[in-house]
């Protein structure tokens, strides 16, 4: 059990987070590279693969095969010399046409140096915003005795109808590798919609993450109106 110096600690801490994407803005999986050996490329092929290419050989994550983006980072830390963490994504997100196409450059998030790969949104029907207290894969900030707290999320997107339990909030135990649906909500098409947990946020327990996602059995249509924003706290 936590201790009352180290709860009054974490809340002095806290820190208010918000997050906010268009179409194809979330992050569905960060990579970095690790040891000595210089990195050629990185370079996702929609509905086809992500290859690695480093000094020491190449690694490839078949989509045919990689279904999920769970398998797709199965595949990746298996290798020795890379790292893969889900974010803006759950593990059962499918891969094929839902991967943003092309070379990967380089950036840095919370000073790590690494390659965020987009999520295509119109082509996963989904949009997905991660309430976690580290975004980065190489774990740089330890989750142990830190949680997150869902204070308000709203959307304006174009999906095709209005749709029972197709707005979700999951619960991920990176222990038990389990994402546990915790809340829903029917959709709503092309209007501005909020929900407000202020008065009672959806808390996460220790070392959990909570992910936000709105999803369409039949399309989400690229928009210039469609955004998606979380506001959160990391303690």
Known sequence: MSSLDSLQTRALAAQTTAIRYVDDGPIALRIIHKG???????????????????????TTSTFATDTTLGKVADRINAAANWECKIL???RATLSTSTLEDG???????????GYSIGLVTAGADDYIIRCT?????????????????LIKFEYNLDVSAAEAGAVRVYEWD?????????WSAASVDATLTTHDFSNGPITAKDGNDLVI?????????DSS????????MRE
Do not use: C, F, W
């Open 36 to 58: 000595d050996a210089a990195v050629t490329s990185v370079t996702v092929t929609t509905g086809t693969n992500i290859v690695l290419i480093d000094a020491d050989g190449t």
């Open 213 to 221: 996602l709105i999803t369409d059995g039949t399309s989400i249509t």
């Open 174 to 182: 990176p222990v038990l590798r389990t994402e546990t649906l915790i």
């Open 88 to 90: 803006d994504g759950l």
């Open 103 to 113: 070379a990967i450059t380089a950036d840095v998030v919370e000073g790590e140096m």
């Open 225 to 232: 109106d469609n955004y998606m924003q979380a506001i959160y």
């Open 133 to 149: 207290y580290d975004r980065t894969a190489g774990n740089l900030l330890p989750s142990a005795g830190h949680r997150v707290k």
